[in-house]
């Protein structure tokens, strides 16, 4: 999976996803909710490195497959969105 462009921004993106996740409904309630600010503090580093590294990952894919502009914006506005990565990922594999 990590020996193309595609595997890795697909692992990434799951990482990315899965960390939005627990970021919206775990550490938040537990910050918000339970007064327990750590969990943001730890899950929201952790989310910002993988986003990150997803914006990489999207960024040398569509250099090395030369996506158009709207692939491009697609798969940064998936990464704004709580279950995004899933769905352009699920599109990736219809493609391949």
């Not at 692992?11 to 996803?17: F, K, L, P, S, W």
């Not at 327990?36 to 899950?43: E, M, R, S, W």
Request: aromatic share 16%; hydrophobic share 60%; proline share 5%.
């Amino acid at each position: 999976m990590f020996h193309t462009p595609i595997g890795r921004l697909r692992a990434v993106g799951y990482a990315e996803g899965i960390s939005f996740l627990v970021l919206l409904g775990i550490a938040m309630p537990l910050k918000y909710l339970f007064h327990y600010p750590l969990a943001v503090t730890i899950v929201g580093a952790l989310h910002g490195l993988f986003f990150v590294l997803y914006l990489i990952a999207v960024v040398h894919a569509a250099s090395v497959h030369r996506w158009s502009f709207l692939r491009v914006l697609g798969a940064f506005v998936a990464s704004l969105l709580p279950f995004g990565p899933f769905v352009f990922d699920a599109r990736l594999r219809r493609e391949q």
